[in-house]
């Protein structure tokens, strides 16, 4: 599965109001059971986040936050990203604020495919200019625009 695939423009909140950690987590969580229509599933889904966020930040990079988890409530794999100006007191393992976050949950069954989006995540975030440019974009159409370009510059160094 590619990122494009997962993180569609309908997927995508520009302009994050969540000023921490627990609200950005709420707010993505909301928006992702909004766009993928999970009634019902926001609260295993936000004890799956908060679980495994328990055992380490997900501030992972400088500016960027991947929370990310698992659940039997669920079939598939699911995600959303969102996009903060002011940036979220995130508790991140460098102290600095998140800009960027890729939030991330699936089903225990699909634990492997979780593995490789996770992968394909870290591979896209390694590239500044990708976290520079996507902080630009002022729409989820934009932002999309900018994620597909980036992971076919990544699926071409891979072939």
């Given at each position: 599965m590619l990122l494009q695939e997962l993180f569609t423009a309908s997927c995508i909140k520009v302009d994050l109001e969540a000023e921490d950690k627990e609200e950005v987590f709420e707010e993505?969580?909301?928006?992702?059971?909004?766009?993928?229509?999970?009634d019902?599933?926001?609260?295993?889904?936000l004890q799956a986040i908060r679980e495994r966020e328990g055992k380490l930040s997900t501030?992972?990079?400088?500016?960027i936050a991947v929370?990310?988890?698992k659940t039997?409530?669920?079939?598939?794999?699911?995600?959303?990203?969102?996009?903060?100006?002011?940036g979220i007191d995130y508790d991140?393992?460098?102290?600095?604020?998140?800009h960027l976050i890729?939030?991330?949950v699936s089903s225990i069954e699909d634990s492997a495919q979780h593995l490789r989006?996770?992968?394909?995540?870290?591979?896209l975030i390694e590239s500044t200019d990708f976290y520079t440019r996507v902080l630009e974009a002022d729409t989820a159409e934009k932002a999309y625009a900018i994620l597909r370009q980036f992971e076919d510059i990544l699926e071409h160094q891979e072939t």
């Open positions: 993505l969580v909301d928006f992702l059971v909004r766009a993928y229509r999970l019902k599933k926001r609260d295993p889904i501030g992972i990079k400088a500016g929370p990310h988890g039997d409530a669920l079939e598939g794999i699911y995600g959303v990203m969102g996009i903060s100006r002011k991140a393992l460098d102290g600095e604020p998140v890729f939030l991330l989006t996770l992968k394909k995540i870290a591979l």
